[in-house]
């Protein structure tokens, strides 16, 4: 299982970006897929996840109204547009899931390369 993000660059601030990630591979099931950041010496922390079939969703409370998440099951694909960044928001993002590889083997959580992303003037 691959899972591989893109999106990431430099922007201003109160600018946008829009992350996406593709999970490949030996893929039985999703259940969930989100975004994870971290920045160096602190904890990484969970941004945003959704259920694959979209219908709940959770934010840390430092992006709620700010950043989206969306999936596309058919595509094994996650999506965060991130809006009105802030300077704050600069980190490495992490894609992630959790998922079935095949019938025989118990779901796991799976995390793709980061993607650097970074809010400066």
């Known amino acids: 299982v691959q899972l591989q993000a893109s999106g990431g660059g430099l922007v201003q601030p109160g600018g946008s970006l829009r992350l996406s990630c593709v999970a490949s591979?030996?893929?039985?099931?999703?259940?969930?897929m989100g975004w994870y950041r971290q920045t160096p010496g602190k904890q990484r922390e969970l941004v945003a996840a959704v259920t694959s079939g979209g219908d709940s969703a959770r934010y840390a409370e430092s992006v709620k109204g700010r950043f989206t998440i969306s999936i596309d099951s058919a595509k094994n694909a996650v999506y965060l547009q991130m809006n009105t960044l802030k300077p704050e928001d600069t980190a490495v993002y992490y894609c992630?899931?959790?998922?079935?590889?095949?019938?025989?083997?118990?779901?796991?959580?799976?995390w793709g390369q980061g993607t650097q992303v970074t809010v400066s003037s």
């Open positions: 992630t899931a959790i998922l079935v590889p095949d019938p025989t083997t118990p779901g796991g959580h799976y």
């Open positions: 591979g030996s893929i039985f099931s999703i259940n969930v």
